[in-house]
């Protein structure tokens, strides 16, 4: 899949999302615009010849946590309210 692709997939989502006021959707068009960086540093991470698969991990996640932290809390965060446990 082509990089202009995700890059354009990935605005249309978060333009979706904002029109819609869902805080997923955008983190879900923010994840896909980081995920080809994300997946280019963690193969020039790894890419040594001393290099194991906990480097590709390390350089992966050193851009992809944060947009998946956000995600997963607001998840979290919206099952908690469609379950009744928050008062917000």
Do not use: E, H
């Not at 923010?30 to 194991?52: E, Q």
């Not at 991990?57 to 944060?66: E, S």
Request: glycine fraction near 12%; hydrophobic fraction near 65%; charged fraction near 10%.
């Amino acid at each position: 899949m082509p990089l202009s692709f995700v890059a354009i997939i990935g605005i249309a989502v978060i333009i979706f999302g904002a029109i819609m006021r869902s805080a997923i959707l955008i983190i879900l068009g923010v994840n896909l615009i980081v995920a080809p960086i994300s997946f280019f540093i963690g193969i020039m991470a790894g890419g040594g010849p001393d290099a194991t698969i906990i480097d590709f991990f390390k350089g992966f996640l050193t851009f992809q946590l944060i947009p998946l932290l956000f995600l997963i809390f607001f998840i979290i965060r919206r099952s908690r309210k469609i379950l009744g446990g928050a008062t917000n």
